[in-house]
C-alpha cells in the first residue's frame, strides 16, 4: 500500500515525509519495504530512502574485539549492549536503542557493538563476555579508546537514563 502511494510522488520532499512516516511506525518492516522500493521506484529515490532509512537504526556490530580496534583507530569509546531476544528486559531496551537522541548519540560518538546472546557467539565473544561478567542480559558497556570499562549498566534504563550515560561516557 505504501509502495504504491509513493509511485504517485515527484518530489524528493515528499518521498521523505512518507518513508520517515512509515519507518516510524513499521520499523521491523523496512528492510523488507525498501527491497520492494528497489522494483518498483526509480533509483535516485532508492538511494534516497535508504540514506533516509539510516536514520533510524543504530550502526551496529556484532564483535567487541572488532568494535574497540575500530573505536581506538577513530578515537571513539566503544558502546557494547549484550541482550537476548528471549529475555524481556532485553525488548524493553531495544525501543530505547530505537530513541532518535540514543541513535543519534551512538551513531555519532561511539562505535556500537550488539552481542546477541540468542544466537551462537564466538569463542572470542564468549571469553568477552566471561571477562566482563555479563552474567544477564540485558547489559550495557562502554570501553574507552584503550579497551577499560567506563561504564556499565546491568538491567533495564530508561532512555534518559541511556542518554545521560552515554552523554556522561563519551
Not at 22 to 30: G, I, L, R, T, V
Not at 60 to 82: H, M, Y
Request: with cysteine; net charge neutral.
Amino acid at each position: 500500500e505504501c509502495a504504491a502511494r509513493m509511485k504517485s510522488f515527484s518530489n524528493p520532499q515528499a518521498f521523505a515525509r512518507l518513508t520517515s512516516d512509515y519507518a516510524k511506525s513499521h520499523p521491523d518492516e523496512m528492510n523488507r519495504f525498501l527491497s520492494d522500493l528497489e522494483e518498483k521506484l526509480k533509483p535516485d529515490f532508492v538511494e534516497f530512502s535508504v540514506a533516509i532509512s539510516k536514520q533510524f537504526q543504530v550502526n551496529w556490530l556484532s564483535d567487541p574485539d572488532s568494535g574497540l580496534q575500530s573505536g581506538k583507530a577513530a578515537g571513539r569509546a566503544t558502546f557494547i549492549l549484550i541482550c537476548a531476544d528471549w529475555a524481556l528486559l532485553c525488548n524493553e531496551l531495544e525501543i530505547t536503542m530505537t530513541s532518535a537522541e540514543v541513535r543519534s548519540i551512538l551513531n555519532e560518538s561511539y562505535i556500537a557493538v550488539k552481542i546477541d546472546l540468542s544466537k551462537p557467539v564466538s569463542p572470542e565473544v564468549e571469553n568477552f563476555i566471561l571477562r566482563n561478567k555479563a552474567k544477564h542480559a540485558p547489559v550495557m558497556i562502554v570501553l574507552d579508546t584503550n579497551g577499560k570499562v567506563s561504564g556499565r549498566i546491568n538491567g533495564q534504563a530508561s532512555t534518559e537514563q541511556v542518554i545521560r550515560f552515554l552523554e556522561s561516557k563519551k
